[in-house]
């Protein structure tokens, strides 16, 4: 019996953290405080969710062997290869040799030294030479492929090299957005600028609703099945969401917000990527990867300007300094690392390592960046030391730790004008401190399960909440009392009356 994965969830007691591959609606990770649990919650989730969904493709299976009679697949038998063997380092990230093996075209197409396949001629084809050891031997670093599977490649070649991948249409597209059966994990929130606006995180979508709740305005269908990170340019023209598909691809997609068409979409890395932020000017985005690393890109081309391997753990949120020159990176490996922009040069890891690190944003009014991670414990960081480091591992930097969160942090944003701070946690409570004092202000209650996306309107006078439940939620501020509450998803009218009781 095939499942979808939803339908298989269907038979717990709760709904589950991810959405069916094509017809069911899911969220993803990120936006206003992207948090590694609910990256972590929906990466694992996704790639059961794979393994439930009999028709998706495979992606690092142990290819099987060829038949004595009957043609060498690519799709089945020579992919695997490349994916599990060759792709870490022939990819448009990382091209060694300016070879990348992602595509038929560009494995076709070749390198800086020509191409390494001749259809129909293994002899006559460079492929064989690295393979063997003839050349450099390859894969680089890691184990030589086996006799049987080098035959394979000998046994394509000779065949003509042919790209047997089956076309199949993909059922979502502009025209055919997803169709909710649940609401989706809602962990992406972002207002824009003009505060007329709240994009929202879907499965493989962006759904722009009215600000005050009253309406939906769009919906951005796009590749990558969890938006992980939503977040405006400074001048509000471009809406930047990143996310991916859990071990098969990572996604930068750019939208004009006056038309809200596609300017652009850039795949990148072999995972999720997560914690996007636009430079002060507008001209860069930067965002952590899985990979442990984190990236700058321009906008909109996307073209990779930086690349920083200086942490050790997946990267889950990123902040630029006010300056434009410095960018700060939050890791799993309890790091928040200051760099220079331009070149990746590393200065200093601003904070003392204390606990694996969920969140990062920034003051939008100062140099100072709260983080929040596993210990519960939201810190106040200065971005620059202004005093000598010691050897006896003083926080230098550290300006405030608020009161410790219930649960580990899933979410953190500041007000727009900088003197509150939002929590969010596994709890259901988000909790409001001032920024000066550490003061607590007020408690948002109500959430059903862990909160993963916050975001101030611009005006400072509401706050918008999502999480597991699937349902946004705008709170009046400084009173914290609740003002609206609904699913940001078109539900199918089987379930949308169940829905409505909820509230």
Request: neutral net charge.
């Amino acid at each position: 019996m095939r499942y979808t994965a939803n339908e298989f969830a269907a038979e717990k007691a709760s709904p589950p953290p991810w959405p069916s591959p094509q017809e069911q609606g899911a969220g993803g990770v990120g936006g206003g405080g992207l948090c590694a649990f609910a990256a972590e919650v929906l990466t694992a989730a996704w790639i059961f969710a794979l393994i439930l969904w009999a028709g998706t493709p495979a992606t690092a299976d142990t290819p099987k062997a060829a038949p004595a009679s009957g043609l060498v697949s690519y799709h089945k038998q020579i992919w695997p290869l490349l994916q599990a063997k060759c792709q870490a380092c022939h990819q448009p990230a990382s091209p060694g040799g300016k070879l990348v093996l992602t595509t038929y075209a560009d494995f076709f197409k070749g390198g800086e030294h020509g191409a390494v396949i001749v259809a129909g001629k293994p002899e006559a084809s460079p492929l064989l030479e690295y393979l063997t050891g003839k050349r450099t031997l390859m894969p680089k670093g890691g184990p030589p492929l086996a006799d049987t599977e080098v035959a394979l490649f000998a046994r394509w070649i000779k065949e003509g090299a042919k790209d047997d991948t089956p076309v199949v249409k993909d059922p979502i597209d502009a025209e055919h957005p997803p169709i909710y059966t649940t609401p989706p994990v809602l962990t992406a929130l972002a207002f824009s600028p003009d505060g007329k606006t709240l994009a929202v995180s879907g499965y493989r979508e962006i759904l722009l609703h009215r600000a005050d709740g009253s309406g939906l305005i769009a919906r951005l269908v796009g590749q990558a099945q969890n938006i992980l990170s939503l977040v405006y340019s400074p001048d509000g023209k471009l809406l930047a969401a990143v996310g991916g598909a859990p071990a098969r691809f990572g996604e930068v997609q750019f939208w004009d917000t006056a038309t809200n068409k596609p300017v652009n979409a850039v795949q990148t890395t072999y995972d999720t990527i997560f914690g996007a932020s636009f430079s002060p000017d507008g001209k860069e985005l930067a965002f952590g990867c899985a990979d442990n690393s984190v990236r700058i890109v321009s906008v909109p081309d996307g073209k990779q300007l930086l690349k920083f391997d200086n942490h050790s753990d997946w990267v889950f949120a990123t902040a630029f300094a006010m300056d434009n020159k410095h960018l700060l990176s939050a890791s799993r490996d309890q790091a928040i690392k200051l760099i220079q922009a331009d070149d990746g040069s590393f200065i200093d890891d601003i904070n003392t390592h204390t606990s694996a690190l969920r969140c990062l944003v920034r003051n939008p009014k100062a140099d100072q960046v709260i983080c929040g991670g596993e210990d519960g414990i939201p810190r106040l960081y200065k971005i620059f030391r202004t005093e000598r480091r010691t050897m006896n591992q003083e926080d230098h930097n550290l300006i405030r730790a608020f009161e410790r969160q219930p649960a580990p942090i899933t979410a953190l944003a500041f007000s727009p004008d900088g003197t509150l701070i939002a929590v969010g946690s596994e709890g259901d409570v988000v909790n409001l401190y001032n920024v000066e004092d550490g003061r607590s202000v007020a408690s948002l209650r109500g959430h059903k399960g862990v909160i993963y996306a916050l975001a101030f309107s611009p005006d400072g006078k509401q706050i918008a909440t999502g999480g597991f439940d699937g349902t946004v939620r705008f709170y009046n501020l400084p009173a914290g009392t609740l003002a609206k509450a609904f699913v940001p998803v078109p539900l199918n009218k089987a379930t949308a009356s169940r829905q409505a009781r909820r509230f």
